[in-house]
């Protein structure tokens, strides 16, 4: 088990696109941030918690986790997430 790649894909003040490439096992731990996040299922299936609530996901699924909301996932099977912060994740820089 393993922390997942980021790539950041392209950022600006307002918006920031990052790919992370998941083995499977590999997890993102629970956490929250200010940013609203949108997550494309790029590939790879995943379980998630949002808030206290558990979901599985797959290849062409997308969601949106609030501001301030914890989260985090396991990958089930290896794949990638791309992920769109609101407004960008100066941290990742």
């Keep these: 088990m393993s ?7 392209a950022h600006s003040p307002e918006l920031m696109v990052v790919r992370f490439a998941f083995r499977a096992g590999d997890r993102g731990a629970l956490h929250s941030h200010p940013h609203v996040q949108s997550t494309y299922v790029q590939s790879g299936r995943y379980r998630f918690t949002v808030d206290g609530r558990d979901f599985e996901v797959g290849p062409g699924d997308a969601f949106v986790i609030p501001s301030n909301a914890e ?7 290896g794949g990638e997430l791309i992920d769109s912060f609101t407004p960008r994740r100066d941290d990742f820089l």
């Design 71 to 77: 989260h985090g996932c396991t990958c089930l099977e």
């Design 3 to 9: 922390d997942p790649v980021r790539t950041v894909l």
